[in-house]
């Protein structure tokens, strides 16, 4: 079966279209004196794809780990479907499900495929066991691996480990009563694979967005073609702050100084590299 093929497993948002799934507004982050973010403002909308770019070290993974509600900024506040997020995710619930899908796949080495992919109906929700694995095998044929339940994770490739955590990222719990959108966000999801791998990570991503209830993700890359493959709207962060905000089309013909440089891959420019 091939990944098109797959029904949706997340049901569609009830939301008004209107309304950001997501604002941050004048957020910063310190680590010792190290001013990671400074002031960052960043608007998603429902069924947006937004690339995050820029060079190392800019601060991209600490504003996805922000977004999760696994670090708390120094300041600023963030709204999730208009409602003021309060501490970190372990405080209160969003009303949306956040999925993480984690650079280094993040995969439990002891835990069979199967279980890694259930691990959050296993740990929240009351559902039969039967049910749960019957869950998991459809979230595993989503992304194109129907029939490794039973493999633990140091037997697959890079990809396919990265294909499983797309899988568990996007499982629901069909006991909730409402149904929620899905904000899914990417660490560098592509990083480290070949280039055809990378395009079966990359339609995977496009074929999940295309399935209403997980249609909106923020997406860290350094990959030329994941940002052109998958992105709708690009954000270029540099030194902590935005330094432009555009459509994917105008890459290469907006005059921003970053981002020609970062397109180019030119020593030259406003982006200093540390030897
Ligand atoms: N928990 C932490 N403690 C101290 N410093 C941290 C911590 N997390 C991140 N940093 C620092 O914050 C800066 C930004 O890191 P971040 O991972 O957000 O960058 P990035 O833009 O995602 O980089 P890359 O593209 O290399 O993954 C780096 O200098 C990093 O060393």
Known sequence: MSVSEVNLIVPPSPYDKEEPLLELKGISKQFGSNQVLDNVDLTVM??????LIGPSGTGKST??????????????????????????????KDPINIGMVFQQAALFDSLTVQENVGFSLYQNSSLPDAEIRELTKEALAMVGLPNICDRYPAELSGGMRKRVSFARAVIANPQENTPKPTLLLYDEPTAGLDPIASTVIEDLIRNIHSNRGCSTYLIVTHQDSTIRRTADRVVMLHKGSIQWMGPVSEIDTTPNPYVRQF?????????????
Not at 46 to 51: D, F, L, T, Y
Not at 85 to 90: F, K, P
Request: charge should be negative; aromatic fraction near 4%; avoid cysteine.
């Open 46 to 51: 429902p069924g947006e794809a937004v690339a």
């Open 263 to 275: 397109f180019n891959a030119a020593t030259d420019g406003p982006i200093r590299v540390a030897n």
């Open 63 to 92: 504003i996805l780990r922000i977004v999760a509600g696994l670090l708390a900024p120094d300041s600023g506040d963030i709204f999730v479907t208009g409602q003021q997020r309060q501490g970190l995710i372990e405080d209160a």
